[in-house]
Structures are given as C-alpha cells and as structure tokens.
C-alpha cells in the first residue's frame, strides 16, 4: 500500500510540474531588462516548450505583438556584454558563454519545425537563430582557451598547445554545421536565404581570426560541394568569397 501511494504521489507531482511549465505568458520574455542573462534565456526556453506543446505562435518577427521579442531572443549584445568584459574574470566569462550555448541549442530545437510541405515554419528566424549562435560560439571557445591558458603551469606545452588547437578545430566543425542548411535551400524563403546569406558574410571571417590554427582542409571540400549544390546567387558569391579566404589561410601555412 505504502509503495502505491507513494508512486501516485511522484506521479500527481510529475503531471503537476510539467502542467506548470515555467512562468508562461509576457512574464517569460523580460523585456525590461537591457541585456538577459542565461537564466533568462533558460526562462525564455521553458516558455518556448509550453508554446510549441500546445500548438501556439512562437514569437516571430511577422506579428507585431512579439516582433520584439524575437529581435531580443536574438539580440547579440546579450553575449557581447559578458563575454568582451575584461573587467570581469576570464573563469565567470567561460561558464557564462557555456551555459548560453546550451540555451542557444535548446532555440534551435524550438525554431526548427517543419510543415507538411517540408519548409520551415519560422524560416527568417530559424536563420536568426543560427546566426545568433556563430559570435557565441567564438566567444565560447576562445573564453574556453583563455581560461585553459590562464590555468596551466606552463602555457606552452605541447599539452596546452593541442588542447587549444583541439578546441579551435571545434569551432571550424561547428561553423561547418552552418554550411550543411545549404542543403535544405528549399525549405527556406528567399527572405530567409538572404539573411542567410549575410551570415557567411559577417561570421565566417570572424572565425578564421579567432581560430587562426584551425584545420580548414574539411571546411574547404564541404564548400566546393555546396557551390555544386546552392542555387542562391547571394549564397554562392559569399561561398566563393569564403573559399578563397581559405585557400589562403591553407596556402599560408
């Protein structure tokens, strides 16, 4: 009896918490505060769950009354704040950008819905998103190997040195990730794929100087393939900007 009761205790608890689901409603997106932290984003994610499960509009920029908030989602000086903050330490910058990547993986889960025509439901900003995520993850890293630097009795060692190096080549697989939605040109809007766009423009260079030992032997295939693939001229022109970028980082060492 005693084993029963307790199991339909655990059970009312569990149906309980998940019917709960975090703050909801306007209370869940804070915009009065200037820059969110990753307990805001953490908030924000819960709210994203409870809206996608019971099949409302997740905030987007085509609706007025949360256009804002979507921008807020993605604003990057929500990183930029902390992680280019010298006057705080190298160890609270390196656990703030790690636990807003976690944050960042869990809005790409939340924006990547497709339709029954096999197009995303939130093209413009499922491209947001990702784009959102290419500065967090330099600032992820390179505050990763600052920290491992500053912890290490001797910075130099060929330890170190692999780890870090280890580390950049990360950061060049991830940006590589971005590339792969070349693939799926189809499911995005031309508005979307320009906004895509811009993202190779912006971003990929930015990498290249924060992982300057970075192997980009595998990036530079998975170029050539999606110039065989892309059908979007603006993607295609930033794509053969991009290869030549690494043909001479490659060239150069």
Known sequence: MRKSVCFSLVSFLLLFLIGCGGKGGAG???????YWTSEDYQTVNDELTNL????KE???LDNPKTADVFRKIVDT???SIVATDNQLGIKHRSEFTSKLFDEYRSL????SGIDRTDKYQYP???VEILKFGLPLQIYYITTNNENNIK??????????VDLLVRNQNVLVGNFELYLDYINFEDRFTDKALASYSEGLKDFFPRLIDAAPNGDYSGMAVKIDNMLKKSKNQPIIAQLEIL?????NKITSH
């Open 243 to 247: 290869k030549g970028l690494i043909k």
């Open 77 to 79: 000086s929500n990183v």
């Open 151 to 160: 912890n290490s009795d001797d910075p130099k060692s060929p330890q170190v």
């Open 28 to 34: 869940a997106f804070p915009m009065e505060k200037k």
């Open 58 to 60: 997740l905030p987007n």
């Open 124 to 126: 413009v900003e499922f």
């Open 108 to 111: 790409v889960s939340a924006y």
């Open 52 to 55: 996608k499960y019971n099949d």
